[in-house]
């Protein structure tokens, strides 16, 4: 039980252009999903926690402009990159927390490239 | 001072040995304590979840949290070479949109 898919694994895609990342909790709903990126040897880092039907709540020195994400449905949320540049070159990470319980569980992250 | 301070290692044992890895934390308002395994290039996976104080086994693995020392251990009994990884602690308060906050990670690599 307790399974995160995300979608697409690896992505390479021009600067300028936009990508798009699935997150979706295959056995249970989530109410609360959050979207992490994580660079090399690093920890993760909070971009943002959407809860289901509400806007996302970003955390401080992220773009909302930049990384939109839609949580539409108990099972579903989406990372959006807009024009994307090389700086964006990361591993993005999402995980998903059902209503009530404490412990998260994440996908098995995007990695995305921007040439 | 950081929220969540865990050692990165990198700390390398042989097979068969038992491994200590801990966290210490400073905000009393912690009551959910996670441990993470994360393989290189993947997301990281849940080990072992515990709310409030206490002792919680899973096969080999034990977590022990210590709300009074503020400190949280996670003990690997036999270790493998599979269990080369990164290992994350984690931790949040109460609250419907609680975030979790990470300590850097510990670096494993065990010695067939």
């Known amino acids: 039980g307790a399974v995160v898919s995300q979608h697409p694994s690896r992505v390479i895609c021009k600067s300028g252009t936009s990508v798009k990342i699935e997150c979706r909790s295959l056995?249970?709903?989530?109410?609360?999903m959050f979207w992490y990126r994580q660079f090399p040897k690093q920890s993760l880092m909070l971009m943002a926690t959407?809860?289901?039907?509400?806007?996302?709540?970003?955390e401080q020195g992220v773009e909302k402009d930049k990384f939109l994400i839609n949580h539409a449905s108990l099972t579903l949320s989406t990372l959006t990159v807009t024009s994307a540049h090389p700086e964006d070159s990361s591993f993005y990470i999402c995980?998903?927390?059902?209503?009530?319980?404490?412990?998260?569980?994440f996908g098995p992250g995007t990695r995305l490239t921007v040439t | 001072q950081k929220e969540v301070e865990q050692d990165p290692g990198p700390l390398s044992v042989p097979e068969g040995a038992i491994v200590s890895l801990n966290c210490t934390y400073s905000?009393?308002?912690?009551?959910?304590f996670m441990w993470y395994r994360q393989y290189s290039r993947k997301g990281p996976e849940l080990l072992m979840y515990?709310?409030s104080s206490g002792n919680k086994e899973d096969g080999r693995f034990t977590a022990q949290v210590d709300k009074s020392s503020k400190y949280i251990s996670l003990f690997i009994r036999d270790s493998q070479p599979s269990d080369s990884a990164t290992y994350l602690c984690?931790?949040?308060?109460?609250?419907?949109?609680?975030?979790?906050?990470w300590g850097l990670g510990t670096s494993l690599a065990v010695n067939p």
């Open positions: 056995d249970f709903q989530a109410t609360t």
């Open positions: 515990t709310y």
């Open positions: 959407s809860n289901e039907g509400s806007k996302a709540t970003y």
């Open positions: 995980s998903a927390r059902q209503a009530g319980l404490g412990e998260q569980y």
């Open positions: 984690a931790m949040s308060a109460a609250g419907n949109n609680r975030k979790l906050i």
């Open positions: 905000n009393s308002a912690f009551q959910y």
